[in-house]
């Protein structure tokens, strides 16, 4: 039973939208929440993290932003590119030292 | 060169036999790891191991098995490979903070299937 629920499963947006992907959890042991990219044919690839005492952060275009009480947190690509074109994984750590993985959001940018 | 490199980066065998995937880093990391993704299901955690003797099992390991040759060697073996072990595999590595943030670094995967 996966530990952190990730949707959609998949988006397409247009270059310039925003890309939203949503993830949820229920083990408040959760410590730090990473964000991973994977393109075609390679590994991930930690893309940004949060700490849990922190309610957003900002790297360049994108943003995760976080909600301790509702234990959500989401990842926002502001002006998609194409190049933003690949699977974005939500991830938790926690105290036993296992990152629980979401099940993976599939990105298309359309030129 | 990566990194982490992972060998054979594809492999087709047959149920019943035994593989063994390789993995090797440069990072200097003490912490290395064996996740296996499949669609839908994300990255699940097979095996990790925080130094040359120390193993732990995953969520997910039924059916594996590994060995920490060296800090910068760990491989995963299938002692008789079934075809619902096919997918992707991924070795990664960390060093303690970033176990503790969720820092890992990946290899590019060796795809797995079993006929």
């Known amino acids: 039973q996966q530990q952190v629920k990730q949707s959609p499963q998949s988006l397409i947006v247009q270059k310039g939208g925003i890309s939203i992907i949503n993830c949820a959890y229920e083990?408040?042991?959760?410590?730090?929440f990473p964000w991973y990219q994977q393109f075609p044919g390679k590994g991930p690839a930690l893309l940004i993290a949060?700490?849990?005492?922190?309610s957003e952060k900002k790297e360049g275009r994108f943003t995760i932003s976080f909600n301790k009480s509702a234990k959500q947190f989401s990842l926002h690509i502001m002006d998609s590119q194409p190049g933003d074109s690949a699977t974005y994984f939500c991830?938790?750590?926690?105290?036993?030292?296992?990152?629980?993985f979401g099940a993976g959001t599939t990105v298309t940018v359309r030129a | 060169d990566a990194d982490v490199t992972q060998t054979p980066r594809n492999r087709i065998t047959k149920t019943g036999k035994r593989i063994m995937l390789e993995c090797s880093q440069t990072?200097?990391?003490?912490?290395m790891y064996w996740y296996r993704q499949d669609p839908g299901l994300g990255l699940r955690l097979i095996y990790y191991?925080?130094?040359?003797?120390?193993?732990n099992k995953g969520e997910i390991s039924d059916g594996y098995s590994v060995s920490r040759q060296a800090q910068a060697k760990f491989s995963l073996s299938l002692e008789s490979a079934i075809p619902n072990q096919t997918a992707l595999y991924f070795c990664?590595?960390?060093?303690?903070?970033?176990?503790?943030?969720?820092?890992?670094?990946f290899g590019e995967g060796s795809r797995l299937t079993v006929l």
């Open positions: 990664a590595t960390s060093d303690p903070w970033g176990t503790h943030t969720g820092e890992l670094f």
């Open positions: 991830a938790a750590t926690s105290t036993d030292y296992k990152l629980s």
């Open positions: 083990n408040t042991a959760f410590d730090y």
């Open positions: 949060i700490r849990p005492d922190v």
């Open positions: 191991s925080f130094d040359v003797k120390d193993i």
């Open positions: 990072k200097g990391h003490d912490r």
